[in-house]
């Protein structure tokens, strides 16, 4: 009716005023309108509504644009089309011309209305849609991809160490192969999560999985070249070798590779395939994720071992290389079914003004100033978020190097002369840990909301690796029953850990947005790859046994302070905190 209201006064208005002018009117009360009837029109049945097509059975009026929101402004009417000579026009006489005041139609209107409810869902049937993925069969299609691709992966981070091993006694190849990975991640991880915020997804997902199935062949092939022409040599000779070289610089490139694509997969395309307002849906994606990266960790080291039990290593390398060609295509494939099956969703949130950012970015002769920009870009970005907390606390649980299943550890119990049947039954029960914390992860977010399991797991950890702490002190773990306490708590602390895992990951997932998933991720892969440097160093200083108990202080220290701050940030939230984890149990209020 207000349409039509300012139609009709429009249209009685004379000629010379009309043209050139806009008229704005508002929806007011007092507003009454009095029609002059046409030639041969009837007059409506009582209590008939009132229709346009009543008085202006002949005029038709296009691109005319009305305003209802003032009622006494004028404007200049922009190609405003003349009216015919020949059409009638119904006269509309104004009377008490309303002010510009708002109109409350709750108060001094009544008016007809067809919804008489909103419809509301109940409690399950929202229970229900927040467990539902919003393209379940793209998620599925996601998993066989990341088992697939991780399936590789791990059997290849497993083959490499054994093969550098079994070439030379000493662990300083494995070592510095190690280092330089972990300062390609620190260094390279923002460039490529900032490149791949601005990239579309199928393309960067087709080009990091190229590298990294190029990367691995270049490295397994200086592997075999070493095996068949180097003889015994000093460690010296042996990490100055070009074929050495080359197995550092492919070996840097392949890991960040992987973690590009692990970053990509589990900050962005589960988001978009589980849905961002579904958190029981993504909290139960995320815990499928660690699962098969579990279960691909497990698998990858056990089939290296059983081929290299059974066939020469270089035999089992080139099995290795067979297996990494046939990953490729499949990975491909894989990832377009993932777009198809999920309605093109990956091909979302890529604008072309991108593509100078990705010409810029990928220019070699910047590539310097480009990685200092990006380092830059990306640290001002990771600490404006409003999940920070949540982050550093994953960072911080990088330190814990000493009082977790590693190369410490085992080299702990192996000096104290614990039996390798009980150090291999104590890693067997920590990855069952963390493959049970996984499911435990996702109940929990479905029953307190994912701060508080968040906050549930640091606690766990802490208190469980603070009584590890404690026996190591008080008692000697040569002995059985400490020794048995010592290494269940530390056991038991991996559901926490892996349940923080899971939720932190779903946290940053909900709080950071998806044009920066990639770029925050990265940084927090880079900055948690500085951690772990800075923790082998203090290994490499304190490289006698007799001081891991000033390693186990520092672990404990960094797992408490990720709790406490963690908990501070929970207890005193800010408003975009509230914002951000509206639809969160702990901070929906109870109704009256």
């Not at 978009?272 to 579904?278: H, K, Q, Y």
């Not at 892996?498 to 990639?518: E, F």
Request: one cysteine or more; glycine letters at 6%.
């Amino acid at each position: 009716m207000v349409t039509a209201t300012a139609a009709a006064a429009l249209l009685a208005t004379p000629p010379q005023a009309r043209h050139g002018r806009r008229y704005h009117l508002a929806a007011m009360p007092g507003l009454r309108l009095r029609l002059r009837p046409l030639a041969g029109y009837s007059p409506p049945r009582a209590g008939a509504p009132l229709r346009l097509r009543s008085f202006v059975p002949r005029c038709y009026i296009t691109n005319v644009e009305v305003d209802v929101s003032h009622a006494n402004e004028e404007e200049a009417l922009d190609d405003h089309p003349p009216l015919l000579p020949a059409c009638a026009i119904p006269v509309v006489h104004l009377r008490d011309v309303p002010d510009a005041s708002p109109f409350p139609l709750h108060e001094r209107a009544s008016h007809p209305t067809d919804f008489k409810e909103l419809p509301v869902l109940s409690e399950g049937e929202q229970h229900t849609i927040a467990a539902t993925p919003a393209h379940p069969a793209g998620l599925y299609a996601l998993y066989a991809s990341y088992l697939f691709g991780n399936l590789v992966e791990q059997l290849w981070n497993f083959a490499w160490p054994a093969a550098l091993a079994i070439l030379h006694p000493s662990l300083l190849p494995v070592a510095i192969v190690g280092f330089f990975t972990k300062l390609s991640v620190f260094i390279g991880a923002p460039i490529v999560g900032k490149l791949m915020d601005h990239f579309p997804r199928i393309p960067m997902y087709t080009g990091l999985n190229a590298v990294q199935v190029a990367t691995q062949l270049i490295s397994a092939a200086m592997v075999i070249y070493a095996m068949k022409n180097v003889t015994h040599a000093s460690t010296s000779a042996v990490v100055l070798k070009p074929w050495f070289i080359a197995l550092v610089a492919a070996g840097a490139i392949e890991r960040l590779a992987g973690l590009a694509l692990g970053v990509a997969m589990e900050r962005d395309w589960v988001v978009l395939l589980a849905g961002t307002n579904r958190p029981v849906a993504l909290a139960q994606a995320n815990a499928v994720l660690n699962r098969l990266d579990l279960i691909c960790e497990t698998v990858g080291a056990s089939v290296f071992g059983l081929l290299l039990s059974k066939y020469h290593p270089v035999t089992c390398l080139k099995i290795a290389c067979g297996l990494m060609i046939c990953s490729f295509p499949v990975l491909v494939v894989l990832g377009q079914l993932i777009n198809r099956f999920s309605c093109h969703a990956l091909d979302s949130s890529r604008t072309p003004s991108d593509e100078s950012i990705c010409a810029n970015l990928l220019d070699v002769r910047k590539i310097v100033q480009n990685g200092l920009s990006a380092i830059r870009n990306g640290w001002n970005e990771y600490k404006q978020q409003t999940v920070l907390p949540a982050s550093v606390a994953t960072v911080f649980l990088n330190f814990n190097v000493a009082l977790a299943p590693g190369a410490i550890m085992t080299a702990l119990l192996m000096h104290c002369g614990i039996s390798p049947s009980i150090v291999g039954a104590f890693s067997g029960l920590c990855s069952i840990m963390g493959l049970v914390a996984t499911f435990i992860s996702s109940s929990l977010v479905e029953r307190v909301g994912i701060l508080k399991a968040g906050a549930a797991g640091l606690i766990v950890q802490a208190s469980l690796l603070s009584v590890a702490l404690v026996v190591y002190w008080t008692g000697s773990i040569s002995q059985r029953t400490p020794l048995l306490i010592f290494l269940a708590a530390i056991a038991l602390s991996r559901l926490g850990h892996m349940s923080y895992d899971v939720v932190g990951t779903q946290i940053l997932q909900t709080g950071v947005p998806a044009s920066k998933a990639n770029l925050i991720g990265g940084m927090e892969v880079s900055i948690s790859s500085l951690a772990e440097l800075v923790m082998l160093g203090m290994a490499i200083i304190a490289n006698d046994v007799s001081h891991f108990g000033f390693l186990a202080i520092l672990s404990v220290s960094s797992v408490a302070g990720a709790a406490w701050m963690f908990c501070q940030w929970l207890g005193n939230p800010t408003d975009e905190q509230r914002e951000l984890f509206m639809f969160d149990p702990h901070f929906q209020v109870e109704p009256m």
